[in-house]
């Protein structure tokens, strides 16, 4: 895929965008609405941002969706956020076929319902040849239980022979994980002003750049993403070096 020079103002497009899509349920609450009605007003977010990064060049986006811990929510509103993501699947399909756009899911996929997990494979196999933005949803997704899988299936390749264990280092491990067939994200995004990753991307953000709004995620768009790609472009990256 051949990059687009930055837009003018713009120094530098990240490769890799993750985001940390916060603050539906305050949206909402702000309104005297329903949490899910703020998850439905989140998903134009969604759809705004994917059209902005794969218009500005980025070449992946994860979005975390759905994390290991948000299973603990209350019922309603887990039914309403698997079927808002089955709609938000069956809805933009054709949009990121127009637009180029590769889907791919990380987490354990396995434990979203059937409906999701077809609707999902569609989606993915639908849009597999696509070579413009890749675009993953991080769903049912954990940082530690990435990290949990990637040893089990380390020492599992360990015991059949395939790999001998002096030969494990950081490259290895990170062949093991969800994220292997991606580089590690350049910019993380938190929004809705929480300075935490809610085990998000754990082992991959070791050296990216953190940015955090206070804008809640259905207020994120276009020109917000804009926003932080313009601080990304002031940051100076040493990767524990000197500049
Ligand atoms: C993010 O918004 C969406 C998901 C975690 C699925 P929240 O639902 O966490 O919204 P707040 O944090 O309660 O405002
Ligand atoms: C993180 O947001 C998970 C997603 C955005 C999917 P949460 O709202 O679940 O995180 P906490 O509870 O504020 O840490
Ligand atoms: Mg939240």
């Known amino acids: 895929m051949s990059r687009p020079t930055p837009a003018d103002d713009l120094k530098s497009i990240p490769r890799h965008i993750a985001i940390i899509m916060d603050g539906n349920g305050r949206w909402a609450k702000e309104r005297g609405q329903m949490r899910t009605s703020g998850?439905?007003?989140?998903?134009?977010?969604?759809?705004?941002?994917v059209e902005g990064c794969s218009e500005l060049g980025v070449e992946y986006l994860t979005l975390y969706a759905?994390?290991?811990?948000?299973?603990?929510?209350p019922k309603v509103e887990v039914a309403a956020l698997m079927k808002l993501l089955q709609k938000f699947l069956r809805d933009e399909t054709p949009t990121m076929m127009q637009n180029n756009v590769r889907l791919q899911a990380i987490g354990r996929l396995h434990d979203l319902p059937e409906a999701c997990q077809a609707e999902l494979h569609q989606a993915v196999q639908t849009t597999a040849t696509n070579t413009g933005m890749t675009l993953i949803l991080a769903l049912s997704y954990g940082g530690r239980e990435e990290i949990i899988d990637g040893i089990k299936s380390l020492i599992e390749s360990v015991e059949k022979g395939h790999l001998d264990k002096a030969m494990i280092d950081?490259?290895?491990?990170?062949?093991?994980?969800?994220?292997?067939?991606?580089?590690?994200?350049?910019?993380l995004i938190r929004t809705s002003?929480?300075?935490?990753?809610?085990?998000?991307l754990l082992w991959q953000v070791s050296y990216t750049e953190f940015y955090v709004t206070q804008k809640l995620w259905p207020d994120f768009g276009k020109e917000e993403l804009r926003e932080a790609i313009r601080a990304y472009g002031n940051r100076h990256r040493r990767f524990g070096g000197v500049a």
């Open 66 to 73: 759905f994390s290991s811990e948000n299973w603990k929510r």
């Open 170 to 187: 950081g490259d290895v491990f990170g062949k093991h994980l969800y994220t292997r067939y991606y580089p590690d994200p350049d910019l």
């Open 193 to 200: 002003g929480e300075m935490r990753l809610s085990n998000f």
């Open 39 to 49: 998850h439905r007003k989140g998903a134009e977010s969604v759809r705004q941002v």
